[in-house]
């Protein structure tokens, strides 16, 4: 679990990364520029009841048993495996009708970011399905985590939904949405009190989308914690 440090040295880097985009666009000096319990929210109630002999609930029964961290890996493996094996629109309706269904269940692992950005842990069965739907179908991953974005969950799956929008493209729009839900997730009094592996990656977004109006908040953050130590 990150510590208080952790969350601290991660926030001072990003805002020194801010700083100097902002001085790179200015082209001179900084004074120049004068919830407790997740709610899916109401689109899992639209959406459809799992498919008959989705192979997401039989993963969903056996990690409920709580088995070892290898048994999880080993199941989560052999989930991606079915889903990558499958007719694309058979296995995104899989995905689709269990993440509007709000079900989840704990793996037992770690948010593992190898290099490259490749996931390789997945501490929830849902932060694994978002991970999956990347792979399977870029534009519905985009569309299925915008409407996760709607309403708070955890961080580690918020943090991927960015990640999979944030690979959708370029367009402005994107960008400043990417923004707005990147510093809803930073200013999550819940989050930044337990901050997760996909909670301090989040910052990253903030350096790629060249967010230089979120230094204030950032900013903040250091100084909250600062007085936090005092």
Known sequence: MPTTKTILITVSLVVAGLLAVLIWKTGSGINSQTRPTPDRGAWTSRQPTAPTGSPILSALGRLREKPERIASLQTLKELQAILQSMPHDQALAFIRA?????????????????????????????????????AIDPEAAAEISREILTTPTTADEWALALRNIGRSGKAPETAAFLIEKTEALIANPVWQAKPSVGYLNAFDVLVHTNATAATPLLSGLIQQQDRREC
Not at 100 to 106: C, L
Not at 120 to 133: K, M, N, S, V
């Open 98 to 134: 269990f993440l509007a269904s709000g079900q989840d269940q704990s793996t037992g692992l770690d948010l593992d970011i190898a290099t490259g950005g490749t996931l390789t842990g997945w501490p929830t069965l849902r932060t694994f399905l978002l991970d999956a739907l990347l």
